[in-house]
């Protein structure tokens, strides 16, 4: 069997990144939740012991758990705790997805995450899909699913790279401004095509 390919799948708040992989998941195709992976780490008691070492008790909140909020407020605009906090939670993230990619039995995975360009993880990929959005239909999108109100939907985008960056590093782009049929003949065509690439 040829070499099981590990394709990053990115996008900016919104665009389709978490629907786009279900799409794919009702392929069959293994897809590991990076952003979820991280916040479970944050309950992992020797990843949470080295945060509150690196960063303090006021990371912690009141049921004794990391407030990822505090963390996040902290880390915002402070690159030196960033990358702190970074050295302490790439390595675990890393080795799981490692841990996890072993176990699966497929030509290829799908491994979604919010921030894998800014991060570097996507030089870790075989390939990357960024699934792309117009900025009003993304925040749209965004304040009509979930309990966000437009300045965090703002905040967050500028915390993202840019389209343009992301159309720099994608070797696949799926255009996510119309409807969900829409998105679902893209899924197929992109398995296709990733199907391709892993079997060539
Ligand atoms: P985040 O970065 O916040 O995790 P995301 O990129 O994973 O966002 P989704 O959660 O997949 O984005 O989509 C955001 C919202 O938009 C969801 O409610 C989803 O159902 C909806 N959505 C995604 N694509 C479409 C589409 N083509 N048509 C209609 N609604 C869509």
Redesign the pocket.
Known sequence: MALMLRIGLT????????????LLGERQVPVLDL?GLGRALHSDSACMAELVDAFGKEIVDATGAIDRRALAALCFADGEKTEMLNRIMHPRIWAQTEAWCAEQDAVYVLI?A?VLIESGGASRMDAVVV?L?DAAI?RQ??L???NMDAQQFEAIVRRQCSDAERRQVADFIVE?????H??NCQAEALHRELLALATS
């Not at 996008?11 to 279900?22: D, E, H, N, V, Y």
């Not at 996510?176 to 969900?180: G, Q, R, T, V």
């Open positions: 996008g900016g708040i919104g665009s389709g990144k978490t629907t786009l992989a279900r952003d979604e919010s699934v959005a993304r999108r965004v009509a699913s979930r996510n401004n119309a409807d969900l829409a998105l």
